[in-house]
């Protein structure tokens, strides 16, 4: 029985230790400790917002270069778009143009050889009606009157042409 | 047979407790487990005070145990039962149990020394002062008459109000003993255990014969097992003495909500 009795001197020792203890771990050694450990967990605690803060604004300029990306591809294929159609509509009107150009020049030479032709065949007529009378003076050995002079001319002419029209 | 009575006798008589420096123990006698006490709070405060100026923002070493040590009882156990603002406010009187009753358990485990908890003195002076705390936690809080009356919950009926207000009272009083002699008994149960061990390898050693080498090797390894089984109880008694200090801190500081 006495053996379970507690004895004064171990209260007294127990009593006195746990009390200066108490002061001595709260006072100095649980304050740095915890001081530590709430300071690592709020820096944590800071860090973690702001990654989050980071990624949030990593993912607002990503969507915003994606809409900027979509926009200036859009705006790309609109001014190729028109490019292409301007250069059509020039490629279209320079090819009218010397489409009427040719034409016109075309006509123009061909005015000119129709012009060309009526000319020289004048020319080719009055030629072939006196040499024509000069070949036939001569093989007739004989004055022609002035009628038979006129209707041989008729005649050649009318020969001539003839010819031509073969 | 005589011989293991006769060391029985002895390791009884050396778990006994006993005066350090003089014959009979007077009131400020230095006994022996008051002696190994004295050990473990020079190690619990070179422990923490070396330990707490060796802190950075990167832990590492000791600084390190202390902050995982401290983390552990403060968040762990008073900021989880507590909540954050009391558990924060009550954290160093559970802490300096913890670590005093953890420190003084681990120190007995040392061959040649004996656990400062392992005496009904200690054990039952720190469940007192346990007590004294939480009671006193409870009047401030709630004032000495509330917190009285909070003794009988509410919707009890008159006539059984006598008997439910002694019976708490009862409770409330068993409360420093019962956290005392789990203590005590935890650590004296053990050091008797592991001093059985030794005593049944020694006699076998002293007979040399293959039946008490048998016996002799299996209470070895029974020793050995149960050495390491006394550190888990170590640490485990240290938890049930806070955690239960922190219950009813938690009691007193919530007495008049029911």
Partial sequence: ?166 | MDNMGKMVEELLHELSVQPLFSKHIGTFTLTNYSFFLLIAFVLTVVFFLVGSRRLSLVPKGIGNVVEWAVSFVRDGLCIDMLGSEDGRKYFPFVGTIFFFVLFNDVLGLIPGAKPGTGTLGTTFTWGAIVFLVYNGIGIKKSGFVRYIKSFVPSGTPVVLMPLMFLLEIVSHFLRPLTLGIRLYANMYAGHIMLGIFAILVTISLESLSVGSAVTGGLAFVMHVIMYGFEFFVAGLQAYIFSILTTVYINGALHATEH
């Fill in chain 1, 1 to 166: 029985m006495e053996a379970i009795i507690p004895k004064v001197p171990e209260v007294l020792v127990a009593l006195a230790s746990f009390i200066v203890l108490f002061v001595l771990l709260s006072k100095f050694a649980f304050p740095p400790v915890t001081t530590m450990l709430d300071g690592r967990a709020e820096k944590i605690r800071e860090s973690l917002e702001k990654a989050e803060e980071t990624r949030i604004e990593a993912e607002r300029l990503l969507e915003e270069y994606r809409v900027q990306m979509a926009e200036a591809r859009s705006e790309a294929t609109k001014i190729i778009e028109q490019g292409r159609t301007v250069a059509e509509n020039m490629k279209n009107e320079i090819l009218a143009k010397a489409r009427e150009e040719a034409e016109a020049e075309k006509l123009k030479a061909v005015e000119a050889i129709q012009a060309e032709k009526v000319a020289a065949m004048s020319e080719l007529q009055a030629s072939v009606a006196n040499l024509s009378v000069a070949v036939a003076g001569k093989i007739l050995g004989q004055k022609l009157t002035a009628a038979d002079h006129a209707a041989l001319i008729e005649r050649s002419i009318a020969e001539v042409g003839s010819l031509h029209e073969e």
